[in-house]
Structures are given as C-alpha cells and as structure tokens.
C-alpha cells in the first residue's frame, strides 16, 4: 500500500522542483515507499527528473533493496527495471 505521498505523486499535479527533490531520494519515506516513488519517477516527462531518479534508485543500498523487492506487491515494471539497470555478482 502506497504511502499519501507517494499516491500524491500518481495523481500528478506536483510541481517540477519538488519532484526533482523528490528524485533525489530526499523525502523521508520508507524504503518500500522510497523505490516506489524513483520508480515512478523514473517515467516523468522532465528530461532531467527521470535521470535523477534512475540515479538515486540505483543507490539504494542492497539491504533495504532487497527487503522492498521480497515483498509481493512491487510491481514487475519496477522488478524489470531493476533486472536491467543493476548489476548481480
């Protein structure tokens, strides 16, 4: 279940700074809520938003990373985008 933040920013409406703060991973959410929402960001229509957010979505670290993705409720968009963007050891 999403947070009211994060279900805020699927709504739309927000403002291009806040969601480039947004993107920087600086809101304070949960983890889940956190991946969330850079996923999410990660489809905006700014050029510099989406980038940001791939960036800051590929720096979460890998514990609370892999505590978001054992839950079954990620998305499989979210789940792909991963699998395509990190590296596995």
């Known amino acids: 279940m999403s947070s009211p933040l ?3 920013f699927k709504k739309g409406g927000i403002s291009r ?3 480039l703060t947004a993107a920087t991973g600086a809101l304070p ?5 956190q991946v969330e929402l850079l996923f999410l960001l990660t489809r905006d229509s700014d050029d510099e938003v ?3 957010a ?9 514990s609370a990373l ?3 993705l054992k839950d ?3 998305p499989a968009e ?3 985008f991963l699998g395509e963007h990190t590296d596995s050891d």
């Open 6 to 8: 994060v279900n805020q």
């Open 17 to 19: 700074d806040v969601r």
């Open 29 to 33: 959410l949960t983890p889940f809520d």
């Open 50 to 52: 989406p980038k940001t």
């Open 54 to 62: 791939q960036k800051s979505l590929l720096a979460v670290s890998p």
């Open 66 to 68: 892999g505590a978001v």
């Open 72 to 74: 079954p409720s990620v």
């Open 78 to 80: 979210a789940l792909a």
